[in-house]
């Protein structure tokens, strides 16, 4: 018999497979394969009289698969439960247990941080069994969102005409909507700046006014910056000149969270592109004579680096760049609400440079790779030395200030200087028996203080992280539903409240100020980290927050005003009524402000988007609706032609049996066949 080892990833199977050999058959899971019923008390799922016993269903089109798992687990002699190195991934394989109805002595867990041969033929050497503490706060995470998902949304549609509110997504709105407010409500200060400009010098030097008399100078308008230029003459005296050595830290490995900052500011990626890239490189790569993953696992909040990486990394940066380049181990004390349950993100071979795997990844995978691989090998690198020299120049007592820096010795640079802007800025040596200099021009400039910017999505999930709220795996989705929801939008790469953002905050902050805060939700990922740990018990720590809970949303069910649809301008051709703006269950429509007395409803018809060309009879494939509201993507020409999928068809045609591909959540695959591409 031989033993069945359950992943997640389709994909990773694959990889999996060659690695282990004949004796293991390796299937997928694909993904999650139960969550929580939508019946009982406000259909959550969840018996709150009873502990809070969830009850769980499978997801919809899960049941063959589990059925499909249950035959094979019974045909095998062990089974091994190989989901993700997480929280989610140890739920996921409880699940996995649980639905197939696997005995203890019927499995084992195995884990790995990444998906090469030798790490995934070792984790076999070692399995251990679930951790009950990791499902259960994994588990109270679920349900406490659940609760909080499905009350306050209920609540916002009803209310407001939101979409939903959520544990964390809120907080994450409120922080937006805070910072526009900030924004409206600042007031610009102006204030003067005095430049002296010397131009006998290779390159011009530019020196500030400081202070004077070594006091604190403020300039707050033309004319006080008139008077002080009045009592300047050309001639400047120099009064110090320091020069001192300086060291430039070479950078932390990644996380999560710094993975999906820089890739947005130096890729243009999105926090889910970057994710989905990092996906395919963990799983597998097919290289020229073996399948590996590239990268260590994606989803982590632990700058660590394993032992054995750092000394292959020294060798690596001795034997290619030189013993003066070998840096140092940076430290990793563990911050507050970091779990370090694993490595950061790193290459896991590094024989396999960028540009030896290139040929191998498209060039949005090439890209991602190289600044993982980067980021990663010159965190060990030594640091770069940097001399930085200040010149204060004294004119009737009034002190100006110039300073430059240059580089002397590169260090991480070395490797990493086009994912930092870095330049020299130069000035000039003065000779110690210099005494004075002659200023060319006196410059007066009129400025405006500015209020903090707006948040772009790799400040916001940097704002995130900092202030402790969510997890790394939490991030992209964060983000994606209150885009989704038409809380934000974006102008210029950054996020603006809409009316109904604003709206939802305003009221969740009315009602919900002691819950929907950075604080709460900060303490109550403090408070899973300890279920996790086994300091906490799971339900006692739901039963703390429902009694809290529970009565602010039925306070807010009876006082919350209801708010007034918004008008469109038109007149009901029915009753002469105002047209308004009403929610519904499959979105916003318009209708008669006289409803129940008049039930007038405006047809609207939505143009339709293309996003495929059908293969059976050339005409356009559009997303449509079934009478659920559910969405799936069919050709234009029906009934004529009855050409239909549930995942988002693109214009390319799978390799192997020239079916049409569709683009899925993690990954570009064939609709008919085993294909991923």
């Known amino acids: 018999m031989q033993n069945l080892v359950i992943v997640e990833s389709p994909s990773k199977s694959k990889t999996i497979e060659k690695y282990l050999g004949k004796d293991y058959k390796v299937v997928s899971s694909k993904g999650h394969i139960r969550d929580l019923k939508t019946t009982g008390k406000y259909g959550l799922g969840v018996d709150i009289d009873n502990g809070f016993k969830p009850e769980y269903e499978p997801i919809k089109g899960k049941k063959k698969v589990i059925d499909d798992l249950k035959k094979q687990a019974k045909q095998s002699s062990m089974v091994y439960l190989a989901s993700d190195p997480d929280r989610e991934g140890e739920a996921i394989a409880w699940h996995l247990k649980d639905a197939i109805g696997l005995k203890d002595k019927d499995y084992r867990r195995v884990v790995f941080n990444e998906i090469t041969k030798d790490k995934v033929l070792e984790s076999f050497k070692t399995p251990r069994m679930i951790d009950d503490n990791l499902v259960k706060s994994q588990e109270a995470r679920r349900i406490l969102d659940r609760i909080i998902g499905f009350r306050l949304s209920k609540l916002m549609q009803s209310k407001t005409g939101g979409k939903s509110a959520g544990r964390v997504q809120s907080v994450a709105l409120k922080l937006i909507v805070d910072r526009e407010d900030e924004i409206n409500a600042f007031i610009p200060t102006e204030y003067h700046t005095i430049t002296a400009v010397f131009d006998e010098f290779e390159a011009d030097l530019y020196a500030k006014l400081i202070n004077n008399k070594e006091e604190e100078l403020t300039i707050p308008d033309e004319q006080t910056a008139k008077d002080i230029i009045s009592q300047l003459n050309k001639e400047f005296n120099l009064k110090e000149q320091t020069k001192k050595s300086k060291n430039?830290?070479?950078?932390?490995?990644?996380?999560?969270?710094?993975?999906?900052?820089?890739?947005?500011?130096?890729?243009?990626?999105?926090?889910?592109?970057?994710?989905?890239?990092?996906?395919?490189?963990?799983?597998?790569?097919?290289?020229?004579?073996e399948t590996t993953g590239l990268i260590t696992y994606m989803r982590t909040d632990s700058i660590r680096l394993s032992d054995e990486f750092i000394q292959k990394a020294y060798k690596y940066i001795n034997d290619n760049y030189g013993k003066e380049y070998v840096g140092y181990v940076k430290q990793t004390t563990k911050k507050e609400n970091v779990q370090d349950a694993h490595e950061a993100i790193r290459p896991t071979n590094l024989a396999n440079t960028p540009e030896t795997v290139k040929k191998y990844l498209s060039n949005d995978e090439y890209k991602l790779y190289k600044l993982i691989y980067t980021?990663?090998?010159?965190?060990?690198?030594?640091?770069?030395?940097?001399?930085?020299?200040?010149?204060?120049l004294d004119n009737n007592s009034y002190l100006f200030k110039a300073t430059g820096s240059i580089i002397t010795f590169d260090g991480y640079l070395k490797i990493y200087k086009e994912y930092e802007d870095i330049t020299?800025?130069?000035?000039?040596?003065?000779?110690?028996?210099?005494?004075?200099?002659?200023?060319?021009?006196?410059?007066?400039?009129?400025?405006?203080?500015?209020?903090?910017p707006r948040y772009t999505e790799a400040k916001l999930i940097k704002e995130l992280e900092e202030l402790g709220i969510g997890r790394p795996s939490t991030y992209v989705k964060i983000i994606d539903t209150i885009k989704e929801r038409e809380y934000v939008k974006l102008e210029d790469k950054k996020f603006v409240p809409t009316e109904i953002g604003i709206l939802t905050t305003r009221k969740l902050q009315e009602f919900f100020s002691s819950l929907?805060?950075?604080?709460?939700?900060?303490?109550?990922?403090?408070?899973?980290?300890?279920?996790?740990?086994?300091?906490?018990?799971?339900?006692?720590?739901?039963?703390?927050?429902?009694?809290?809970?529970?009565?602010?949303?039925?306070?807010?069910?009876?006082?919350?005003e209801k708010a007034s649809p918004k008008q469109t301008g038109e007149l009901c051709p029915l009753c002469k009524s105002p047209l308004v703006i009403r929610n519904g269950k499959y979105g916003d429509f318009t209708a008669c402000s006289n409803y129940p007395a008049c039930k007038y409803i405006k047809k609207e018809e939505k143009p339709k988007e293309i996003v495929a060309t059908c293969p059976k009879c050339h005409n356009n494939i559009i997303e449509k609706k079934t009478r659920k509201g559910k969405i799936f993507y069919g050709c234009e020409a029906y009934p004529k032609c009855d050409f239909a999928l549930w995942d988002k068809p693109i214009n390319e045609m799978c390799p192997n049996c020239g079916n049409i591909l569709v683009e899925t959540k993690n990954a570009i695959k064939c609709s008919q066949c085993d294909y991923v591409k």
Do not use: C
């Not at 710094?258 to 597998?284: D, P, R």
């Not at 980021?375 to 204060?392: C, G, Y």
């Not at 086994?534 to 807010?556: C, E, H, M, S, T």
């Open 248 to 289: 430039k830290k070479s950078p932390l490995p990644f996380t999560t969270s710094t993975l999906q900052q820089l890739a947005s500011t130096k890729l243009g990626f999105s926090g889910k592109k970057t994710m989905n890239i990092a996906q395919k490189l963990y799983e597998g790569i097919d290289l020229e004579h």
């Open 375 to 392: 980021r990663a090998l010159s965190s060990l690198f030594s640091d770069a030395k940097q001399d930085q020299t200040t010149i204060i």
């Open 424 to 452: 020299d800025n130069i000035l000039p040596n003065l000779d110690e028996n210099t005494n004075s200099l002659i200023s060319q021009e006196i410059k007066e400039e009129k400025h405006f203080t500015k209020p903090k």
């Open 516 to 560: 929907i805060n950075v604080e709460y939700t900060k303490d109550m990922e403090t408070d899973l980290d300890k279920v996790a740990e086994g300091q906490l018990i799971w339900n006692d720590l739901l039963a703390r927050f429902y009694k809290d809970f529970a009565p602010q949303v039925d306070n807010a069910f009876k006082k919350m």
